[in-house]
């Protein structure tokens, strides 16, 4: 059976979601959205320009891709309600990944402002993925409220400093029924397959591909680390030991030459 992740009511084969900022150019950003295969990427309502179709980056994200609008710039949940509306308004479709943030030296977010942009646009019937810091109470009042999935960061936005938040995160796989997706600050391939190890649902990059020498390159190797560290979670990985374990026997011929 395919192993598909269940979003929202979709169906998606890809665990990696894509955002659209920093890159050089639309034509690279497009070529990197290819590599990655990605079936969601979001996509912040100030850079789409619905007024000309010269150079309006939605005529660069492949067709068959979810478009998940984010509230980036909001700073309470009545700016962050605003601008999924204005999304949704603007032909963008119900998916809004909410961004709440009022600390502009961090950005971390505001997990109470997101929680009542949460309650207020689910109920307009829009397919809400809240950003947050990993706290499992406000979580599961997203959960409750009727979130698709929580996106707890893994470190602040940009930072490309890898999971950082790791405990806290796994405390919300282990507690939380909805998808668990790590969104922000990771780094590396390898971050994100050790996200997808420990049993997260689907990670979203952005800065770590749009910024690498070959963002086309990196986007691939991303797509990549997801599935293997997937695999590897289905699998069911070793536990650790604090002792040696010879994964051969400590008998046999030499010891009986010896003799």
């Known amino acids: 059976m395919e192993d598909l992740l269940n979003l929202g009511g979709r169906q998606v084969k890809s665990r990696l979601l ?25 996509v912040a309502l100030r850079r789409v ?20 609008a984010n509230t980036s710039g909001a700073r309470t949940a009545d700016e962050a309600v605003r601008i999924a509306r204005l999304a949704k308004a603007g032909g963008q479709g119900n998916w809004i990944k909410i961004e709440v943030v009022r600390d502009n030296k961090y950005l971390l977010p505001d997990n109470l402002e997101t929680l009542k942009a949460v309650e207020i646009l689910v109920k307009e019937g829009f397919i809400v993925l809240p950003y947050m810091s990993p706290d499992l109470s406000m979580a599961k009042r997203m959960e409750e409220a009727g979130a698709a999935a929580v996106m707890p960061l893994g470190a602040p936005i940009g930072s490309n400093r890898g999971l950082k938040t790791r405990e806290l995160v796994e405390i919300l796989i282990r507690e939380i029924r909805v998808p ?31 910024i ?47 003799r």
């Open 212 to 258: 690498a020498c070959d963002p086309v390159g990196m986007a691939q190797a991303f797509g990549e680390a997801v599935i293997a560290g997937r695999r590897a979670y289905l699998a069911g990985l070793a536990s650790a030991a604090n002792e040696a374990s010879a994964s051969s026997p400590l008998t046999g011929f030499l010891r009986d030459e010896a």
């Open 49 to 68: 320009d619905m007024s000309t179709q010269t150079d309006n980056i939605l005529e660069y994200i492949p067709k068959p891709c979810i478009l998940m």
């Open 18 to 42: 894509l955002g659209t900022g920093k890159f050089s150019s639309y034509p690279v950003m497009q070529k990197a959205l290819e590599a990655a295969a990605s079936d969601i990427v979001t």
């Open 180 to 210: 668990v997706i790590v969104d922000a600050g990771l780094g590396s391939p390898s971050d994100a397959c050790e996200c997808m190890e420990m049993g997260c649902a689907a990670v979203l990059v952005n800065t770590a591909i749009a």
